[in-house]
C-alpha cells in the first residue's frame, strides 16, 4: 500500500489528466520501479518522491492530448522516463504506437528499459547521445518532446534535425520560458505557441513547430 502522501498526490494527478484503468495499473507498476530505483539510482529529485504523481506523471500525461493522432514519437533526454516512458504507458492500446526514448547515462536506460518491459509499454531505449540517435532516427516521427534538458535555445539545436515538416515539438517549460523564447527567437525561425500547464500555473508548455536555424546580426 502507497504512503499516504503518495497515495493523496496520485488522487491529485490522475484528477488533473484522467486516464484508463490500463493505464492506472501501468503506472502505478511504474512508480514502483521507479520509488525502488530510486534509492541507488538518482532518477527525480528527492524532494518530489512524494508528489510523483502530480509533479512527474500528470505532468508528462497533459502531453498525450496535444498531439490525439500521433504514433510515433521520440523523448530526448528520458532520464527517470518522463515524459517519454509515461506517454508510452498511456498509449500502450493504441496500435502502432512506438516511442523512442534517447537517453545517454547508462544507469538511467538501463532503468527504462526494464520500466518498459514491466509496463508493457511500446518504448524503445536508445542508449546514446542525441546528435547519435539523429544520425539514424525515424524517417516518420509525429512528435519530439524533452522535459527539463536543456534552455531552448540549445534544446533545439539538438532537436532541429527531428523538427521536420509536419512534426511537432513539446516542451515543458517553467517560469522562466519568456526569457528563453527571447533567447531562441535570435538565432531560431519557428512556429511556437504557448499552452498552460495544467500541473503548475507559472509553467506553459511550448508548442514548437517547422524550426530554422537564422542567426540575427548584431
Not at 484508463?20 to 528527492?46: C, G, K, Y
Not at 536543456?150 to 515538416?165: C, G, H, Q, R, V
Not at 509553467?203 to 546580426?217: D, E, T
Request: charged letters at 20%.
Amino acid at each position: 500500500m502507497a504512503p499516504p502522501d503518495l497515495a493523496a498526490d496520485r488522487t491529485r494527478g490522475l484528477a488533473l489528466t484522467p486516464v484508463s484503468r490500463e493505464t492506472e495499473a501501468r503506472l502505478d507498476r511504474f512508480v514502483a520501479l521507479l520509488l525502488q530505483w530510486q534509492q541507488h539510482t538518482n532518477l527525480i529529485a528527492p524532494s518530489t518522491e512524494t508528489a510523483i504523481w502530480t509533479r512527474h506523471i500528470a505532468d508528462s500525461l497533459q502531453l498525450v492530448d496535444l498531439a490525439p493522432n500521433a504514433k510515433i514519437w521520440v523523448d530526448l533526454g528520458s532520464g527517470g522516463g518522463f515524459p517519454g516512458l509515461v506517454i508510452a504507458c498511456a498509449l500502450a492500446d493504441k496500435p502502432g504506437v512506438q516511442v523512442h526514448l534517447v537517453e545517454s547515462t547508462g544507469k538511467k536506460a538501463a532503468f527504462l528499459r526494464e520500466a518498459a518491459r514491466i509496463c508493457d509499454a511500446p518504448a524503445t531505449v536508445h542508449a546514446e547521445r542525441i546528435a547519435d540517435f539523429v544520425k539514424h532516427a525515424p524517417h516518420h516521427i509525429d512528435v519530439v518532446t524533452a522535459r527539463a534538458l536543456a534552455p531552448l535555445n540549445k534544446l533545439l539545436a539538438e532537436a532541429s534535425p527531428l523538427l521536420k515538416k509536419g512534426v511537432i515539438g513539446l516542451f515543458p517549460k517553467g517560469q522562466d520560458v519568456a526569457t528563453e523564447l527571447t533567447e531562441a527567437a535570435k538565432c531560431w525561425k519557428i512556429q511556437m505557441s504557448l499552452v498552460p500547464s495544467r500541473t503548475d500555473p507559472k509553467a506553459r508548455i511550448v508548442v514548437a513547430r517547422n524550426s530554422r536555424y537564422s542567426p540575427r546580426l548584431q
